[in-house]
C-alpha cells in the first residue's frame, strides 16, 4: 500500500470516528429531551402532580413537677419517654437517661425533653423507670421495678398540637404516695397539660434556640406554658398598657404578637428589609391602645427598622452607625438610643421624624443603652466601662468602670440601681446612678444577658443564655434564691405587672 492509499483509509477512520461522536452527542441531548417530554404526556394524560411533601410539625416540652414538699427520698432513672398517636402508635420522645431524685426537686420542677413532632392529637404518655431505691434508715434500698420492664402508661386529657405550635405537658409526681408494700415502686405520676390563668403574675422569656416563648408564673417561680412563635426569637415588648408582647424572630424577620390576656399568638409582622435583626424598643401611640412604633436594630445591615404595629407595617429604614445592637426609647423625649457596636457610638433616632439627629462617640463596643431620668447610660462590651450622656445636651458627663464585659442593663426605680449582666465573667453588677458606683457584683450563671425585674416580690430575673436557665436573685438580700429551668439559649425577658 503506497503513502497516498495509506492517507486515505486514514482520513476514513477517522470520518467514522468523528460521525460515531456526533451520534454520541445528538443521544445524549435527544434522550433526556424525549423522557421530559414523555413525562410530560403522562402528566398531562393523569392529572399527576409532583409536589415537595412537607411536615407539620409541632414542639412539645415535657416538665416533671412536685407540686409539694415531701418526706421521700426517693431515685430513679426515666430511661425513655413515648407518647401515642391517638389513632396511631407510639412515638419516641427521648432515650436519654434522666436521674431524678426527689428531695433535690422538691416544690420545683425539671425539663425532661423538648422534641418535635407531628401534629395531631395524643391521648397516653409511657415511660420506662430504672434504678429506683428509697433512703431508709441512712441507707438506700432497691424498689422492685413497675411491670413490664419497668414501663409505666399515664393517661389525662387529650394532648393537641398543631404546626408549628408549641405546649408544655407536666408530669406531676407525689413521691410520698408511691412506694407500695415498702418494696414496689409505683410511681403516682398525672398528666397536666398547659393552663396559663390570665390573672397569674407573669414573666415572659424567649427562647432563641428552641423558637418558643416560656411563661413563667412569677408566684410560684416555675413554667406554667410555652408558646410557639417563628425562627430564633430574641427580644421582647411590652405595650404600654402590657395586654400586647411583641416577639422579634430574628431569623424570619417578622414579629409575633402575643396576647398577654389568653397567651397566644394572635398575630404576626412581616418587614422585608434589614440583615440580622437583634434588638427591639418601642414608642407607644398615645392614642392607640397597645400600639406603637417600633424601633428594631439590624446587626448585619447597619440600619434600623421602624415598624407601626397599627397598620403592621414597615414605615422606613434608618441609617445608623455599624453593627448596631441594643436600642432603648424614650417616650417623653420622642428619641430612640442606638448602640453602634462596629463604630463606637451612639446614634439618637427623631421618633417623629425618623431621622437621625445626633451622633455620640463612646468607648469600644457599645452594646446596650440603659435610660434614667434625663441621664443614658452607655454599657462598652469591650471597654468595660459605661458612659453618662445627658439626654438634653447629648454631651458625655462622665464615664464609670462596669465590670467585665457589661452586655445588658436594666433600672429600678424602688432600688435606685441599674443592674448590669457581665455576660464575659457570669456575673450581675448592682450600679448606684446617683453616685456612679457598683455595690456589689454576684455570680449568675455562666452566660448572663436578658433582665427582668418585679418589684413588688423583691425578685430580679436574669437569663442565663449557656446553660438554658433563668437565675433569680433578691435585690435585696443579693442572693441567688431559685433556677428556673427554660428552653434553649434564652435571651430576652420582661416581667408583666
Same mark, same amino acid.
Given at each position: 500500500?503506497?503513502?497516498?492509499?495509506?492517507?486515505?483509509?486514514?482520513?476514513?477512520?477517522?470520518?467514522?470516528?468523528?460521525?460515531?461522536?456526533?451520534v454520541?452527542?445528538?443521544?445524549?441531548?435527544?434522550?433526556?429531551?424525549?423522557?421530559?417530554f414523555?413525562?410530560?404526556?403522562l402528566?398531562?394524560?393523569?392529572?399527576?402532580?409532583?409536589?415537595?411533601?412537607?411536615?407539620?410539625?409541632?414542639?412539645?416540652?415535657?416538665?416533671?413537677?412536685?407540686?409539694?414538699?415531701?418526706?421521700?427520698?426517693?431515685?430513679?432513672?426515666?430511661?425513655?419517654?413515648?407518647i401515642?398517636?391517638?389513632?396511631?402508635?407510639?412515638?419516641?420522645?427521648?432515650?436519654?437517661?434522666?436521674?431524678?431524685?426527689?428531695?433535690?426537686?422538691?416544690?420545683?420542677?425539671?425539663?425532661?425533653?423538648?422534641?418535635?413532632?407531628?401534629e395531631?392529637?395524643?391521648?397516653?404518655?409511657?415511660?420506662?423507670?430504672?434504678?429506683?431505691?428509697?433512703?431508709?434508715?441512712?441507707?438506700?434500698?432497691?424498689?422492685?421495678?413497675?411491670?413490664?420492664?419497668?414501663?409505666?402508661?399515664?393517661?389525662?386529657?387529650?394532648?393537641?398540637?398543631?404546626?408549628?405550635?408549641?405546649?408544655a405537658?407536666?408530669?406531676?409526681?407525689?413521691?410520698?404516695?408511691?412506694?407500695?408494700?415498702?418494696?414496689?415502686?409505683?410511681?403516682?405520676i398525672?398528666?397536666?397539660?398547659?393552663?396559663v390563668?390570665?390573672?397569674?403574675?407573669?414573666?415572659?422569656?424567649?427562647?432563641?434556640?428552641?423558637?418558643?416563648?416560656?411563661?413563667?408564673?412569677?408566684?410560684?417561680?416555675?413554667?406554667?406554658?410555652?408558646?410557639?412563635?417563628e425562627?430564633?426569637?430574641t427580644s421582647?415588648v411590652?405595650?404600654?398598657e402590657?395586654?400586647?408582647?411583641?416577639?422579634?424572630?430574628?431569623r424570619?424577620?417578622?414579629?409575633?404578637?402575643?396576647?398577654?390576656?389568653?397567651?397566644?399568638?394572635?398575630?404576626?409582622?412581616?418587614?422585608?428589609?434589614?440583615?440580622e435583626?437583634?434588638?427591639?424598643?418601642?414608642?407607644?401611640?398615645?392614642?392607640?391602645?397597645?400600639?406603637?412604633?417600633?424601633?428594631i436594630?439590624?446587626?448585619?445591615?447597619?440600619?434600623?427598622?421602624a415598624?407601626?404595629t397599627?397598620?403592621?407595617?414597615?414605615?422606613?429604614?434608618?441609617?445608623?452607625?455599624?453593627?448596631?445592637?441594643?436600642?432603648?426609647?424614650?417616650?417623653?423625649?420622642?428619641?430612640? $438610643? @442606638?448602640? %453602634?457596636?462596629g *463604630?463606637?457610638? +451612639?446614634?439618637? &433616632? #427623631?421618633?417623629? !421624624?425618623?431621622?437621625? =439627629?445626633a451622633? /455620640?462617640?463612646?468607648?469600644?463596643?457599645?452594646?446596650?443603652?440603659v435610660?434614667?431620668?434625663?441621664?443614658? $447610660? @452607655?454599657? %462598652?462590651?469591650? *471597654?468595660?466601662? +459605661?458612659?453618662? &450622656? #445627658?439626654?438634653? !445636651?447629648?454631651?458625655? =458627663?462622665?464615664? /464609670?468602670?462596669?465590670?467585665?464585659?457589661?452586655?445588658?442593663?436594666?433600672?429600678?426605680?424602688?432600688?435606685?440601681?441599674?443592674?448590669?449582666?457581665?455576660?464575659?465573667?457570669?456575673?450581675?453588677?448592682?450600679?448606684?446612678?446617683?453616685?456612679?458606683?457598683?455595690?456589689?457584683?454576684?455570680?449568675?450563671?455562666?452566660?448572663?444577658i436578658?433582665l427582668?425585674i418585679?418589684?413588688?416580690?423583691?425578685?430580679?430575673?436574669?437569663?442565663?443564655?449557656?446553660?438554658?436557665?433563668?437565675?433569680?436573685?433578691?435585690?435585696?438580700?443579693?442572693?441567688?434564691?431559685?433556677?428556673?429551668?427554660?428552653?434553649?439559649?434564652?435571651?430576652?425577658?420582661?416581667?408583666?405587672?
Amino acid at each position: 500500500m503506497n503513502r497516498s492509499q495509506k492517507l486515505e483509509v486514514r482520513s476514513q477512520k477517522l470520518e467514522v470516528r468523528r460521525q460515531k461522536s456526533e451520534v454520541c452527542l445528538l443521544s445524549s441531548v435527544l434522550c433526556p429531551l424525549v423522557f421530559c417530554f414523555l413525562l410530560l404526556i403522562l402528566i398531562s394524560c393523569t392529572g399527576m402532580k409532583i409536589e415537595r411533601e412537607e411536615v407539620s410539625e409541632g414542639t412539645l416540652v415535657f416538665y416533671l413537677y412536685l407540686p409539694n414538699s415531701n418526706q421521700q427520698d426517693i431515685n430513679f432513672t426515666i430511661e425513655k419517654i413515648e407518647i401515642k398517636q391517638r389513632d396511631g402508635g407510639w412515638i419516641k420522645l427521648s432515650e436519654k437517661p434522666f436521674v431524678i431524685r426527689s428531695l433535690d426537686i422538691a416544690k420545683d420542677q425539671v425539663l425532661l425533653t423538648e422534641s418535635n413532632i407531628m401534629e395531631g392529637e395524643y391521648d397516653r404518655v409511657m415511660i420506662r423507670i430504672s434504678n429506683a431505691s428509697v433512703r431508709r434508715n441512712e441507707k438506700f434500698h432497691t424498689l422492685a421495678l413497675p411491670q413490664p420492664n419497668g414501663e409505666v402508661e399515664l393517661k389525662g386529657d387529650i394532648i393537641s398540637i398543631g404546626s408549628s405550635e408549641s405546649r408544655a405537658i407536666f408530669l406531676t409526681w407525689e413521691p410520698d404516695k408511691s412506694v407500695s408494700n415498702n418494696y414496689l415502686f409505683s410511681p403516682s405520676i398525672t398528666i397536666e397539660s398547659q393552663r396559663v390563668s390570665p390573672k397569674t403574675l407573669l414573666l415572659y422569656v424567649a427562647n432563641s434556640g428552641s423558637n418558643y416563648v416560656s411563661v413563667v408564673d412569677r408566684f410560684e417561680n416555675r413554667v406554667v406554658g410555652v408558646i410557639g412563635v417563628e425562627k430564633n426569637p430574641t427580644s421582647l415588648v411590652l405595650s404600654q398598657e402590657q395586654e400586647r408582647l411583641y416577639v422579634l424572630n430574628s431569623r424570619s424577620n417578622s414579629i409575633s404578637i402575643i396576647d398577654t390576656s389568653q397567651d397566644f399568638v394572635r398575630d404576626r409582622i412581616q418587614f422585608s428589609s434589614g440583615i440580622e435583626p437583634v434588638e427591639m424598643a418601642m414608642i407607644p401611640y398615645s392614642d392607640r391602645r397597645n400600639h406603637g412604633k417600633l424601633y428594631i436594630t439590624n446587626r448585619g445591615s447597619n440600619d434600623v427598622t421602624a415598624i407601626d404595629t397599627f397598620m403592621k407595617s414597615q414605615i422606613k429604614s434608618v441609617r445608623v452607625g455599624n453593627a448596631p445592637l441594643g436600642v432603648s426609647a424614650n417616650p417623653e423625649r420622642q428619641e430612640v $438610643y @442606638v448602640a %453602634n457596636s462596629g *463604630s463606637n457610638s +451612639i446614634s439618637v &433616632i #427623631d421618633s417623629i !421624624t425618623d431621622e437621625v =439627629k445626633a451622633t /455620640i462617640n463612646v468607648d469600644r463596643t457599645p452594646v446596650d443603652v440603659v435610660v434614667v431620668r434625663n441621664n443614658i $447610660y @452607655v454599657l %462598652n462590651a469591650e *471597654s468595660d466601662s +459605661i458612659t453618662i &450622656i #445627658d439626654t438634653v !445636651t447629648k454631651t458625655i =458627663k462622665g464615664r /464609670i468602670q462596669a465590670g467585665i464585659n457589661p452586655r445588658k442593663g436594666i433600672y429600678s426605680e424602688k432600688y435606685n440601681r441599674i443592674y448590669l449582666s457581665n455576660y464575659g465573667v457570669g456575673q450581675v453588677s448592682f450600679l448606684i446612678p446617683s453616685s456612679a458606683v457598683i455595690t456589689r457584683s454576684i455570680n449568675a450563671g455562666s452566660k448572663p444577658i436578658g433582665l427582668a425585674i418585679d418589684e413588688g416580690r423583691n425578685h430580679l430575673y436574669i437569663t442565663d443564655y449557656s446553660s438554658n436557665r433563668v437565675i433569680l436573685i433578691n435585690p435585696v438580700s443579693e442572693v441567688v434564691e431559685k433556677i428556673i429551668i427554660v428552653g434553649k439559649k434564652p435571651y430576652g425577658i420582661v416581667s408583666v405587672k
